[in-house]
């Protein structure tokens, strides 16, 4: 079972419509990144969470730790949205230092 | 312009002849990862590079070598590529390791072995 699950894995709406993207984990962790790589590869960092709840634009994230669960949401969502969404946490208590990832999300959203 | 950069972008090669990717910061950052990207698999971490002079192994290190002599700088090196080490790369840096840093990603670089 892979340590960091995403789903759904692919999701198609309509331009406006409000999306949501799940990710567990089943590892402890010291914070939980979420990732956007668009169509030509390039990978940009959305979010950093510990704790709670971020804002960023129409994006927000939040992260109940006690669950072992993070949302990605997106309001009035537009084409431009459209992207692999990456979920990733930093392991915590020792070993490898790094980011364990998700297999990400594909969204796709139409005019 | 903060950036990370890695060279070159796109590569094929046949097995065996060794190669680099190189990857440079310009933001002083102290912490380097060098990621794969599969199928299926997503992003593995390859190695990591604490400060200059100072890396480990990631997760997926087998076929890799790295170096960190300067703190700009963090090659992957290939010394004799085989077909399973087709993917595609990425490079990232942290001002210090640690959870809440944000990691700055290389544009990638697709790397072709046949």
């Known amino acids: 079972k892979n340590e960091v699950e995403q789903s759904p894995q692919n999701l198609t709406a309509q331009e406006g419509e409000f999306i949501t993207i799940n990710c567990s984990y089943s590892?402890?962790?010291?914070?939980l990144h979420w990732l956007q790589q668009h169509p030509g590869g390039g990978i940009v960092s959305l979010f950093m969470l510990s704790s709670g709840k971020k804002k960023h634009g129409r994006l927000i994230a939040t992260i109940n730790i006690q669950e072992k669960h993070s949302s990605l949401h997106i309001t009035a969502s537009h084409p431009r949205d459209s992207a692999v969404y990456i979920c990733?946490?930093?392991?915590?208590?020792?070993?490898?230092?790094?980011?364990?990832f998700g297999k990400g999300t594909h969204l796709i959203i139409q005019p | 312009e903060a950036q990370v950069t890695q060279n070159p972008r796109y590569l094929i090669t046949v097995t065996g002849k060794k190669l680099t990717v190189t990857c440079s910061q310009n933001m002083n950052h102290e912490y380097m990862s060098w990621y794969r990207q599969d199928p299926g698999l997503g992003l593995r971490q390859i190695y990591y590079s604490m400060n200059v002079e100072v890396t480990d192994k990631g997760d997926v290190p087998e076929g890799y070598k790295v170096s960190r002599k300067e703190k700009r700088n963090f090659p992957l090196i290939l010394e004799s590529p085989s077909p399973n080490q087709t993917s595609l790369y990425f490079c990232a840096s942290s001002l210090v390791a640690g959870s809440l840093y944000e990691q700055y990603f290389g544009p990638g670089t697709r790397l072709t072995v046949t």
């Open positions: 990733a946490v930093r392991r915590s208590g020792g070993g490898a230092d790094g980011l364990t």
């Open positions: 590892v402890g962790i010291s914070a």
